[in-house]
T-cell receptor, first 119, second 114 residues
Framework: DTGVSQDPRHKITKRGQNVTFRCDPI?????LYWYRQTLGQGPEFLTY????????KSRLLSDRFSAERPKGSFSTLEIQRTEQGDSAMYLC?????????????????FGPGTRLTVT | DAKTTQPTSMDCAEGRAANLPCNHS???????VYWYRQIHSQGPQYIIH???NNETNEMASLIITEDRKSSTLILPHATLRDTAVYYC???????????????FGQGTILTVHP
């Protein structure tokens, strides 16, 4: 399978613990995105990487959240001191470099997500 | 970003065409219209996008009105596997300052019945 993969698929943790999620994008995609989705809502943008550079962060990404993409390939999203409000599906997406004339960075390929439950 | 209005839910019989409308009356001249869908327990899936002209691919057709204030996604022969939440998303082109942030609304829950 050459799609976007995420690990783990499910994570249950106790409030106050730290968790880390991993995303492996499609190999030739230089752009990587993280989104969060709560029950009954559409996904919300968290952050964006172009290669290893983190170029945009949402206000949703509090100080407890940090994302990295050290070698421009896989990415990790860490949540420190988890709270019950962090319970959600965390989605990763990637997109290829823009083609000639028209950017296609809105054509994103999503992974299956990591479902986090904070008890 | 332009605001969108989509029906909360729609039903369609299997084998019939599903026509999903989206109102985006505040869309700017350089914003494309993207459509994604999300099948239960899966990540969103890109379907199609367009700027002014109608577009068609192997998944769907996209009809954009001449004034660009609304669009319709057409699934020509809906199957049970098309049951999903469908999102209409205006997005700036490469000249904009956004880096590809997709702003999802509530979407339309499409249920395809046997």
């Amino acid at each position: 399978d050459t799609g976007v993969s995420q690990d783990p698929r499910h994570k249950i943790t106790k409030r106050g613990q730290n968790v880390t999620f991993r995303c492996d994008p499609i190999s030739e995609h230089n752009r990587l995105y993280w989104y969060r989705q709560t029950l009954g809502q559409g996904p919300e943008f968290l952050t964006y990487f172009q290669n290893e550079a983190q170029l945009e962060k949402s206000r949703l990404l509090s100080d407890r959240f940090s994302a990295e993409r050290p070698k421009g390939s896989f990415s990790t999203l860490e949540i420190q001191r988890t709270e019950q409000g962090d319970s959600a599906m965390y989605l990763c997406a990637s997109s290829p470099p823009p083609g000639q004339g028209v950017s296609n960075h809105y054509e994103q390929y999503f992974g299956p997500g990591t479902r986090l439950t904070v008890t | 970003d332009a605001k969108t209005t989509q029906p909360t839910s729609m039903d369609c019989a299997e084998g019939r065409a599903a026509n999903l409308p989206c109102n985006h009356s505040t869309i700017s001249g350089n914003e494309y219209v993207y459509w994604y869908r999300q099948i239960h327990s899966q990540g969103p899936q890109y379907i199609i996008h367009g700027l002014k002209n109608n577009e068609t691919n192997e998944m769907a057709s996209l009809i954009i009105t001449e004034d660009r204030k609304s669009s319709t996604l057409i699934l020509p022969h809906a199957t049970l596997r098309d049951t999903a939440v469908y999102y209409c998303i205006p997005a700036l082109n490469a000249g904009g300052t956004s880096y590809g942030k997709l702003t999802f609304g509530q979407g339309t829950i499409l249920t395809v019945h046997p």
